[in-house]
C-alpha cells in the first residue's frame, strides 16, 4: 500500500529530470556558422571545417558557408580549416556572428621541381605525371635494396619480388600492363646519367626466379644512405627526352651533395637486423602423423611395395627402410634394419613422430648488419660529399651469403659566379652465395615451367615431408630417395654452390655556365665499367651428378631421363654421360658505357608568365661482353682436371650437350639524341 501511494510521485520525479536533462542539453547546444573563400573572396566549395579537440566537423556547401553544431561553447575554441590546394588554417572564434575565413593557396607543391634528369622543371609548368618521393620518408631500415623501398610507395609503381634473396631484380611496372610477353621494366637515371643494367633480363627471366636474375638489378650496388631523392616519370612524355626505352617510363636518383659554406660534418650509421624463421603455424600443411597415416592408407591400397620403394624415382621414409633393411653390415654381421614387423613398425612409428622443423634446420637467425661513414662539407669555392659503406648478410637460409662494400665521393667546384663544376665517382664491390641452381624450362607438352634439382630453402620446407629428418638416430647424414639417387638438403648445399662477385665502378663529370639571366649551358661526361662472375659449381658428391650415374637396375637405367641414351639404337642399355667428375657452369659478363652530353636551358619567369625552353644533343655507347663457359667431368679433387667421356661425344656432334662450351659474345649499343622543347606557360585561373 505505501509503494503504490509513492507511485505517481516517482513518475513526477522522473519526468521532471527528464524534462531537465532536455532543457539543460538544450541551453549548451549552439552553432557556428560561416563562410570560407579564398584570397579573392570566391567560395571554397568542398572545405572542411573541425572544431579542434572535438569530433564536432562539417563541410561547406557550394556557396563555401558552413553551420557546425556542438554541444559545448564555441567562444574561445578553434576551428581547423583545410582545403585541397590550399594552406590550413586555425580560427579563433571570438564572436557569435557569421565568421568568414580567408585561405591563401599553398603554392609550395608549384614551386618544387622535377627533376628528370636532364633538367631541373618547376611543378608548375610541368606537362607530364611524375611522382616524387624522398629518400627519408621511403626508407626502411633492414632493406639495403633501393627498388624494394619503393614498394606501395608511388601511386601506379608495381613491383613484384619473385625472389627475397638480396640483388635479384624484381618485376617493376610503372604503366600498367604494357606488355604480356615484352620486357616492361624502367629506365633508371642516377645523377642525369643513365644506368644501364648489368645483363638484360627476359620477362621470362624475371618471372623465373633464376640465378641470372641476382644480377640483374641495375641498383643493387647503390647504397641507400648516399640517396638525396627520387623521381619516377609515369607518362609518356619521358619518351621526348629519353626515346623509346623509356616507354615503362623513368626511375630517376638523386645522390646527396655537399653543402657549400657549411663546417665539416662526419656522421655514423648502423642498421642490424635480425629475421624471424618462417613457421608451420602460418602455413595449412600436414604434420608428420598426418602425413604417415596417408602413407598407411596408401601402402594397404597397394602402393609402396619394396620394387618402386627401392628403385623408383623418388622414395622417403619406406625407402629408407627397405634400403636399410637390404644393406649388410660386414662390421656387426647383420643387416642395418631387422626385417621383421616388430622391427618395422618401430621404424615407422620414429618417422611418424619426427614432425620435423625444415624452416627450423634450413633458416638462421643471422642477423645483418649495414655501417655507414659519410662526411659533408664546403667552403666559398667547393663543396664534398663522401661516403663508405659495408653491408653484410650472414645469410636467412644456410646456404646464402652476402658481403657488399660501396664508395662515393662528390666534390662541386663553384669556379666563378657562372661557372660551377662537378665531379663524382661511385663504386661498389659485391661477394654474394647462394644455393646452386639450374634454369627453368618450358614443357611445352604440359604447359608448365619446370625446374630440376630445386633446393630452394623454402621451397624445400614447404614441399618435403616432415617424417623425414635431416640426421638419423646416430648424427649422421640421412638419405633419402631423388630422382633414382640419393638425397640429403645438407650435403646438397655443401657440394651444390653458386656464388658471385660484382664489381662496379663509375666516373662523372658535370659543368654548368650561366650566359646570362635564365639562360645556361650544361655540358655532363660519364663512364662506367661493370663486370659481373657467376661460378655454379656441382661436385660429384650431390645428388644432381649422381642423378647422371644412376642405374643399379636395368629397369632404372631405362627410365633414367638424365643417362646418355642412343637415339640411333633405342634398344641399346643406356651409357652414363659422366662417369666421374662433377659440373661447371661459369658466366662472366661485362658493362662499358660511356655518356656525353652537351645542353642549353632557358628558364624564366616574368610575373605570372613562365619561359621554358630546353635543346640538347647527347651522345651515348654500351658494350656488353658475355664469356660462358660450361664443363662436364671437372674433377675438384685433382686441379679441376676435365675427364673425357666418350658418351658424351655423339651428343655433342648431334648439339644435344657438350662436354666443354666456351663461347664470346659481344653486344655493342651506340645511341645519338639531338632534340629540343619549347614550353610557354601561364597560370590558369578558376
Known amino acids: 500500500m505505501t509503494s503504490t501511494s509513492q507511485l505517481p510521485a516517482i513518475i513526477a520525479l522522473v519526468c521532471a529530470a527528464t524534462g531537465g536533462a532536455t532543457v539543460a542539453q538544450a541551453q549548451t547546444s549552439a552553432a557556428v556558422t560561416g563562410i570560407v573563400t579564398d584570397m579573392r573572396g570566391l567560395p571554397l566549395a568542398g572545405a572542411h571545417v573541425q572544431l579542434t579537440n ?11 558557408r558552413f553551420t557546425l553544431k556542438t554541444s559545448v561553447r564555441p567562444l574561445g575554441k578553434t576551428l581547423l580549416v583545410s582545403h585541397l590546394g590550399m594552406l590550413a588554417r586555425r580560427v579563433r572564434i571570438t564572436t557569435s556572428d557569421t565568421l568568414r575565413i580567408q585561405l591563401e593557396e599553398d603554392t609550395r607543391s608549384l614551386d618544387e621541381v622535377v627533376v628528370t634528369g636532364y633538367q631541373q622543371v618547376r611543378n608548375r609548368i610541368y606537362t ?25 610507395r608511388v601511386p601506379g609503381l608495381n613491383i613484384q ?140 591400397k597397394g602402393y609402396f611395395n619394396s620394387s618402386s620403394a627401392l628403385y623408383g ?71 664534398t660529399y663522401a661516403s663508405v659503406g659495408f653491408f653484410h648478410d650472414g645469410g636467412w637460409t644456410l646456404p646464402e651469403k652476402v ?74 647424414l640421412s638419405f633419402y630417395r631423388n630422382n633414382w639417387a640419393p638425397f640429403n638438403i645438407l650435403n646438397e648445399y655443401a657440394n651444390n654452390t653458386l656464388d658471385l662477385e660484382v664489381i662496379d665502378f663509375k666516373l662523372q663529370g658535370e659543368a654548368t655556365y650561366q650566359l646570362r639571366e635564365g639562360l645556361s649551358l650544361k655540358a655532363l661526361v660519364a663512364a662506367r665499367r661493370a663486370h659481373t662472375s657467376s661460378t655454379h659449381k656441382v661436385t660429384e658428391n650431390s645428388n644432381l651428378v649422381q642423378a647422371f650415374r644412376a642405374n643399379e637396375t636395368p629397369l632404372v637405367a631405362k627410365e633414367n631421363v638424365y643417362l646418355v641414351h642412343d637415339k640411333d639404337h633405342p634398344d641399346q642399355q643406356p651409357q652414363i654421360g659422366i662417369p666421374q667428375g662433377g659440373l661447371l657452369d661459369n658466366n662472366e659478363a661485362s658493362l662499358s658505357s660511356w655518356l656525353a652530353r652537351l645542353a642549353a636551358d632557358y628558364d624564366l619567369k616574368r610575373g605570372e608568365h613562365d619561359f621554358k625552353a630546353f635543346a640538347f644533343a647527347e651522345l651515348r655507347t654500351a658494350h656488353r661482353t658475355t664469356t660462358p663457359f660450361t664443363g662436364y667431368g671437372i674433377q675438384y679433387d685433382r686441379g679441376n682436371q676435365v675427364y673425357t667421356s666418350p658418351p658424351h661425344f655423339p651428343q655433342t656432334r648431334r648439339g644435344e650437350q657438350q662436354l666443354l662450351r666456351f663461347a664470346r659474345t659481344r653486344r655493342p649499343r651506340f645511341d645519338v639524341f639531338a632534340q629540343r622543347h619549347l614550353r610557354i606557360c601561364r597560370p590558369l585561373r578558376v
Open 54 to 64: 572535438t569530433q564536432a566537423r562539417t563541410v561547406t556547401n557550394e556557396e563555401g
Open 128 to 152: 607530364g605525371a611524375a611522382s616524387a618521393v624522398k629518400m627519408s620518408d621511403v626508407r626502411l631500415e633492414g632493406l639495403n635494396d633501393v627498388s624494394r623501398m619503393l614498394e606501395g
Open 161 to 300: 619480388n619473385i625472389s627475397g634473396t638480396f640483388g635479384a631484380a624484381p618485376r617493376i611496372n610503372i604503366r600498367g600492363g604494357a606488355s604480356i610477353l615484352g620486357n616492361v621494366q624502367p629506365l633508371w637515371v642516377i645523377d642525369g646519367a643513365v644506368y644501364e643494367d648489368l645483363v638484360h633480363l627476359s620477362l621470362d627471366q624475371l618471372a623465373s626466379g633464376d640465378a641470372v636474375t641476382l644480377i640483374g638489378s641495375a641498383i643493387a650496388g647503390l647504397n641507400p644512405s648516399d640517396i638525396q631523392d627520387i623521381q619516377v616519370l609515369k607518362d609518356a612524355s619521358a619518351t621526348s627526352v629519353y626515346g623509346a626505352r623509356a616507354l615503362n617510363g623513368v626511375i630517376v636518383v638523386t645522390t646527396k651533395n655537399g653543402r657549400r659554406d657549411t663546417p665539416l660534418t662526419v656522421n655514423y650509421s648502423t642498421e642490424n637486423t635480425v629475421r624471424l624463421k618462417p613457421r608451420y603455424a602460418n602455413f595449412d600443411l600436414l604434420n608428420s602423423q598426418e602425413t604417415m597415416s596417408v602413407y598407411r592408407e596408401m601402402e594397404d
Open 313 to 383: 624415382r623418388r622414395g622417403g621414409v619406406f625407402h629408407q627402410y627397405y634400403k636399410a633393411a637390404n644393406t649388410y653390415d660386414l662390421s656387426t654381421g647383420t643387416y642395418e634394419q631387422a626385417n621383421t614387423a616388430a622391427a618395422r613398425r618401430d621404424f615407422l612409428r620414429r618417422a611418424e613422430y619426427a614432425n620435423t622443423d625444415w624452416f627450423d634446420q634450413l633458416f638462421t637467425l643471422s642477423p645483418t648488419t649495414q655501417h655507414t661513414l659519410s662526411l659533408s662539407g664546403g667552403g666559398k669555392h667547393s663543396a
Open 403 to 476: 658481403d657488399r662494400l660501396t664508395a662515393n665521393l662528390k666534390n662541386t667546384f663553384f669556379v666563378s659566379p657562372r661557372l660551377t663544376a662537378t665531379l663524382s665517382a661511385q663504386g661498389s664491390l659485391r661477394s654474394q652465395s647462394a644455393p646452386g641452381t639450374l634454369p627453368q624450362r618450358k614443357n611445352h607438352a604440359q604447359g608448365v615451367f619446370e625446374r630440376d634439382f630445386d633446393i630452394n630453402p623454402f621451397s624445400y620446407a614447404l614441399g618435403t615431408s616432415r617424417t623425414l629428418s635431416p640426421y638419423d638416430a646416430n648424427g649422421r
